[in-house]
């Protein structure tokens, strides 16, 4: 069989290990994109200039001091953990 450029199509056999290296990929490249957006909100928003200039802190307290919405900055925060730039820390019982 050819394609109409002249070219013959070969079958070949799937590649698993290519294949979940390529998703690998993919993925990381994905989770970096959106956390490159993240911090650009937080840049812009001055959270880390906020974060900065407090002790540890709710997500309530930083959003109060901020002046921005505390459901928002909670979504901020995650992705600040995730990404490894911020400390989540259980309160003491």
Request: aromatic share 10%; charged share 15%; hydrophobic share 45%.
């Amino acid at each position: 069989m050819q394609r109409s450029g002249g070219l013959p199509i070969t079958a070949q056999t799937f590649n698993y290990t290519k294949a979940e290296a390529f998703a690998a990929e993919m993925l990381g490249i994905f989770n970096s994109s959106a956390l490159t957006l993240m911090i650009s909100i937080g840049h812009r928003t001055e959270l880390f200039d906020t974060l900065a200039e407090l002790p540890p802190s709710t997500s309530q307290q930083i959003a109060d001091a901020a002046g921005l919405n505390e459901r928002y900055v909670r979504e901020w925060l995650g992705a600040m953990v995730t990404g490894r730039f911020v400390e989540y820390v259980l309160p003491a019982m």
